[in-house]
């Protein structure tokens, strides 16, 4: 039996799946921020097109995903791309896993051993997964209101802080900015990894499928630019040379009963990234079940945390985090899993259902 969750889990689901490297990624550098509003529309208006698959063939399978769908036709490739979506979204994982690591060690000196820092979120991770999708996406809505309230709080009481001169990054200073922009689109695409997730949690939303999915396409682009926006008034160019801006852009926060913002947003960050990790723990135990049918849930999901760790660890302990490929996947690996496979799907089940029906 499918487990259904609602439109809104989804939604926010989905916003954490993307969260954490919106507000910790910074652009490349000498990027303006004009660059950064016109690619993140193109990408976000790219990503419309590449879903189109999967909301079609959910809405018209309903509980099936594509990849069950291309098993049913051929079991060899659906295990073929089993492996694919598998080792994805393992390397997701280890990708977040770094960015969480790399975050807290960097920011909270007391916290530095990086190896305890992945073994404990792999922890938690772990067994939030084993729970199933349902409860995953229930506490996603939790940690949603605590983050929007968060963000919210920042970007106003940040306000004193904008200087209208560090908005002149608007203005491009490129020669190539067609090149530009659409490098940078390549980028937002590449960084577009709950894309390739959607198809999978898509087939649980229990009712206005096609509208939930573009509901977070608008909630991820108006964030972004929201984000764009307040650090560029506040940090101008400083924001392009950190790691971490939105961090940053906290510290200058201040309310009456609230000095400090940095360590609320260490937390909230922290819960985020639980999120994150876990629905992707969850994806990739659940491909490995795909290619091994009489494999336990919890057997599965352990192997996806074990090898996560086990990379992770290595990474970040031989301080290799800064390599570009660990940081971020190319954007063809989120147009193929995210787009093409499903539509291969879709059409492999069409063509069975009208040649079953012609065969009446």
């Known amino acids: 039996m499918t487990r259904k969750i609602s439109s809104l889990q989804f939604v926010v689901t989905m916003f954490f799946m993307i969260g954490i490297l919106t507000i910790t990624r910074p652009s490349a550098e000498n990027t303006n921020l004009l660059t950064d509003i016109i690619s993140s529309v193109a990408a976000v208006l790219i990503e419309c097109l590449i879903v189109l698959p999967a909301v079609f063939y959910s809405e018209r399978y309903n509980t099936s995903d594509p990849v069950r769908g291309i098993f049913e036709t051929n079991t060899v490739v659906g295990k073929i791309l089993c492996v694919f979506y598998a080792a994805f979204f393992i390397y997701a994982a280890i990708n977040s896993l770094g960015a969480f690591s790399f975050f807290l060690t960097s920011n909270f000196p007391e916290l530095s051993k990086s190896w305890a820092v992945i073994l404990l979120m792999c922890a938690v991770s772990l067994y939030a997964s084993c729970l199933g999708i349902e409860a995953l996406t229930r506490s996603s809505v939790f940690v949603g209101a605590i983050f929007a309230a968060l963000v919210f709080i920042v970007t106003i009481s940040v306000t004193g802080e904008y200087d209208v001169d560090n908005l ?15 490098k ?9 990894s709950e894309i390739c997730a959607l198809p999978f949690l898509i087939c649980h939303v229990d009712k206005n ?14 964030f972004t630019i929201l984000v764009l926006l307040a650090v560029k008034a506040v940090l101008g160019g ?11 852009l906290s ?3 201040r309310i009456s009963v609230i000095e400090r913002f940095d360590a609320i947003y260490g937390f909230v960050w922290t819960l985020g990234a639980f999120v994150k990790i876990s629905v992707l723990f969850y994806l990739g135990g659940m491909f490995i079940g795909y290619i091994f049918p009489g494999m336990k849930n919890s057997a599965s999901v352990s192997i996806a945390t074990a090898v996560s760790f086990a990379v992770a660890v290595f990474i970040v302990s031989n301080n290799m985090w800064d390599n570009a490929f660990l940081r971020s996947a190319h954007w063809t690996a989120v147009v193929f899993l995210g787009g093409i496979v499903p539509l291969v799907a ?3 089940k069409s063509f069975k259902t009208r040649k079953r029906s012609f065969d009446k």
């Open 251 to 253: 510290t200058y926060a």
């Open 238 to 248: 400083y924001s392009q040379k950190i790691f971490d801006p939105f961090y940053t």
């Open 184 to 192: 940078e689109t390549l980028l937002k695409l590449g960084r577009s």
């Open 168 to 182: 002149q990054l608007m203005f491009p200073f490129s020669e190539n900015l067609p090149g530009d922009i659409f």
């Open 209 to 222: 499928k096609k509208t939930s999915v573009f509901y977070f396409l608008a909630v991820k682009l108006g």
């Open 346 to 348: 879709l059409l492999l």
